[in-house]
């Protein structure tokens, strides 16, 4: 039974990717022209102009496409990935048959259990350029689209690391991923600057490569708003289609509990909310992750940011010369100590251990600079969670949405974004009557945390 229900995980994270492959796919006919330093779409091939995107229209299937069948590369590609949902539903229906009661008599069971195969790892394909991790396309193919990807809150500052399968996944399935990590702020519009300066620097080198391709927003949670946001008040960053996986837009009130009545009075107090001596801990393990003996001025700072009952004690008592490792004792330390331990760590054929801490760093360096932000006075999201609404409303305006949703989900407020963007609909085509808009909302198996998952 243990094993059906991690297959059936398994399972549900493969109908994941296929609906956003799928959806991808099927919504990004036609497409803009490249424009300036952004990765913008073209035309398909040739600088042929591909037919309009078929309608979808739920079925007993996830999908199934109403368009007449065409020799075009994006019909070859929409009826692979058909076949290929067709493929899974199969697979559910015999997981579900296969079933059977723990047997005290027999403890084989009558049928050959047969396992559940992961895609080849990519792990040893993941680049860092310019600030962005970059997941290409296997065997050097020319990419359907790129997915812009945005994580949720705190993990959406290591993605490669927290959303590996999901993007290895797309990624084998065609899709060249740039996944962007951002540190979580209350002040969402920095962090929509921070993270369109990132992709904008990755996006010249990419486009000279494979040329113009479309750009997709694919985003989770926090990464969702994300995304809604820079669609509807950037108006310089288009995007040829979005993918919107649980979004929500909660007040930091109902986000985090006890905010007012907790959070806010543990940290307000600068010299003793911890921020200080986290920040200073976080370094000193960087070091040590990197194989390396802290150094004296990590350990000296470490130290003096311990908190104290009296404000700057530490400073006065502890001293640089107080605080040095002698160099042959320093030396001693590296050769058989630090740098032994970190090789046999790296050298792991099948994990970089040392890699992964490092990156386990990115999202745990959030929090003290967080509390810095509660600190000089933040109580809430800028904008507030009003103002991102009213923004979805009157200015979204990419043309090509779909926004996924899982069935055990609290956190989920797509059904009123989707109201949201039926309104922006509206504004867009008092301004442009001919316009077409597709938008659509799944709900899917799964939870918050589904897209976390893996085998």
């Known amino acids: 039974l243990h094993r059906n229900m ?7 994270m493969r109908r994941l990717v296929v609906v956003v492959a799928l959806i991808v796919t099927e919504r990004l006919y036609p497409v803009s022209s490249f424009q300036g330093a952004r990765v913008i779409a073209s035309s398909l091939t040739n600088n042929r102009h591909v037919a309009a995107a078929p309608i979808i229209r739920s079925s007993s299937h996830l999908f199934e496409s109403s368009a007449p069948s065409s020799s075009s590369a994006a019909s070859e590609w929409m009826e692979k990935e058909k076949q290929l949902e067709e493929e899974i539903d199969q697979a559910v229906d ?25 895609p080849h790892s990519s792990s040893d394909r993941w680049e860092e350029l310019h600030g962005n991790y970059i997941l290409r396309p296997p065997n050097d193919q020319q990419p359907r689209a790129l997915l812009h990807f945005l994580g949720g809150a705190l993990l959406g500052a290591a993605p490669q690391l927290s959303y590996r399968y999901m993007l290895e996944r797309l ?9 962007t990590p951002y540190q979580l702020s209350f002040d969402h519009l920095a962090t929509c600057d921070e993270i369109i300066g990132r992709f904008e620097t990755v996006a010249p080198s990419l486009a000279k490569q494979y040329g113009a391709v479309p750009v997709v927003g694919v985003g989770h949670s926090c990464g969702s708003l994300l995304h809604m ?11 040829a289609a979005n993918a919107l996986i649980s979004y929500n837009n909660k007040g930091i009130g109902e986000a985090v509990p006890f905010f007012d009545e907790l959070i806010v009075p543990l940290f307000s107090d600068k010299e003793r909310n911890g921020s200080k001596l986290m920040k200073a801990a976080i370094e000193v393990a960087r070091e040590q992750y990197n194989g390396k003996v802290p150094s004296d001025e990590a350990l000296l700072q470490l130290l003096q940011s311990i908190p104290t009952p009296i404000p700057g004690l530490m400073d006065t008592i502890l001293t ?14 590296t050769n058989y100590l630090t740098e032994p331990i970190y ?19 990115d999202i745990t360096q959030q929090i003290p600079k967080l509390i810095d932000e509660v600190q000089v006075g933040a109580r809430d999201f800028m904008p507030t969670p009003d103002a991102m609404s009213s923004a979805a409303r009157r200015a979204y305006r990419c043309r090509r949405t779909l926004l996924l949703q899982f069935e055990n989900d609290n956190l989920d407020e797509s059904e009123l974004l989707e109201g949201y963007l039926k309104e922006a609909e509206s504004v867009m085509k008092m301004k442009r009557p001919m316009i077409t808009i597709d938008l659509q909302r799944k709900v899917l198996e799964g939870n918050h945390l589904t897209p976390l998952l893996g085998p």
Do not use: C
Request: proline share 9%; glycine share 2%; net charge negative.
């Open 94 to 118: 015999a997981a579900v048959q296969q079933q059977t009661p723990f047997n005290n008599d027999n403890e084989e069971t009558t049928k050959e259990e047969t396992p559940v195969t992961t």
């Open 6 to 12: 991690q297959n059936n995980k398994l399972l549900t």
């Open 229 to 239: 946001l820079i669609t509807s008040l950037f108006p310089d960053t288009p995007r």
């Open 171 to 179: 990624s084998s399935r065609g899709y060249l991923i740039v996944a």
């Open 343 to 361: 090789d046999a760590l790296s050298n792991n054929s099948k994990i970089n251990i040392p890699s992964l801490l490092l990156q386990s760093l």
């Open 320 to 333: 640089p010369s107080l605080i040095t490792i002698p160099t042959p004792l320093r030396q001693t330390l």
